[in-house]
């Protein structure tokens, strides 16, 4: 999966995941539409950097679309475990 992190699919969030099922992620993790959900909405934020350079005017509006960050950290949490087992099994 070294290509996901090539220019093509700069900081996309939503490509990069359509990629990566696409690569198989499917088979190693499953994606709840929870988590489809909001990975789009934090791909949103992350494409234009709001995380590293808040918005002012969305900042003053309390960040309407932001994510709900406990279920991307679920995410997260479940895809590193997938991958740390994977190089476990490699080994």
Do not use: W
């Not at 494409?47 to 932001?66: D, H, M, N, Q, T």
């Amino acid at each position: 999966m070294l290509e996901l992190s090539e220019s093509a699919y700069g900081h996309n969030l939503e490509t990069i995941l359509t990629a990566a099922e696409a690569k198989g992620l499917k088979e190693q993790l499953h994606i709840s539409e929870a988590h489809r959900v909001e990975i789009c909405k934090a791909a949103i934020y992350y494409g234009g950097k709001v995380f590293e350079y808040p918005a002012i005017g969305e900042a003053c509006v309390g960040y309407p679309s932001l994510p709900d960050l406990q279920v991307l950290l679920e995410f997260a949490g479940q895809l590193v475990e997938s991958l740390a087992q994977q190089c476990r099994e490699a080994q």
